[in-house]
């Protein structure tokens, strides 16, 4: 079945640093492979996408790469900033699967 | 426009009380689904629904129930509240997979306590 790791939380950076939260996947076929934020209190909120190999997706200044040989879709930031503080989830939807599934989630959280 | 939509925010439940979580959604959305979440565990599947009259049991159906009557609400029911039931429960929504498909809309979630 389909699988997401995530790196084991939590983070903590200070503002202006250089962020990377790692994810693999396990998955039959293609996947599409998804970046949710949780602010505190809040639900999900979708940050970025990609459906195909190599595709980047892009939000707010975050970036993630689909790469298919290393079945992998890490998170980047250049320069955190406090607001980004929040619990990151990645997911992956299989082919035409109307179903996400989901990492364990990574906390992150930035100090001014 | 609201998205999706879930009441109570909270609720602290006594061992054996039954409940129903509230959920709609206004945007025509075909398929829903309820997740708990647990601390460090990420989210797991209880129950969705593919649309009007169809539900479907996720990785943790026991001790939970779903109707889905009209195409907007997807309620949860917990017959007899147990501790373990203790989480915060999001519902989210999503339309038919066609072409683009941006996963799911989430609503903001409930808070549940059994004591």
């Known amino acids: 079945g389909n699988s997401v790791t995530q790196m084991e939380g939590p983070v903590t950076l200070s503002e202006e640093a250089f962020l990377t939260i790692n994810c693999t996947y396990t998955?039959?076929?293609?996947?599409?492979l998804f970046w949710y934020v949780q602010y505190p209190g809040e639900g999900l909120q979708l940050l970025l996408k990609a459906t195909k190999a190599d595709d980047k997706g892009s939000n707010k200044g975050f970036e993630a790469t689909y790469r298919k040989e290393t079945t992998s879709f890490h998170l980047e930031k250049g320069s955190v900033q406090v607001s980004d503080s929040a619990v990151y989830f990645c997911?992956?939807?299989?082919?035409?699967?109307?179903?996400?599934?989901f990492g364990k989630g990574t906390l992150l959280t930035v100090n001014p | 426009n609201a998205g999706v939509t879930q009441t109570p925010k909270f609720r602290i439940l006594k061992i054996g009380q039954s409940m129903t979580l509230q959920c709609t959604q206004d945007?025509?959305?075909?398929?829903m689904y309820w997740y708990r979440q647990d601390p460090g565990m990420g989210l797991k599947l209880i129950y969705y629904s593919v649309g009007a009259g169809i539900t479907d049991k996720g990785e943790v159906p026991n001790g939970y129930n779903v109707s889905r009557s009209t195409t907007e609400d997807f309620p949860l029911r917990l017959e007899l509240a147990a501790p373990s039931q203790t989480s915060v429960y999001f519902c989210a929504s999503s339309p038919y997979r066609q072409g683009e498909w941006d996963g799911y809309t989430f609503g903001s979630g409930t808070r549940l306590t059994v004591v």
């Open positions: 945007m025509n959305h075909n398929y």
């Open positions: 997911a992956l939807s299989g082919g035409s699967n109307y179903k996400l599934t």
């Open positions: 998955a039959t076929g293609y996947p599409s």
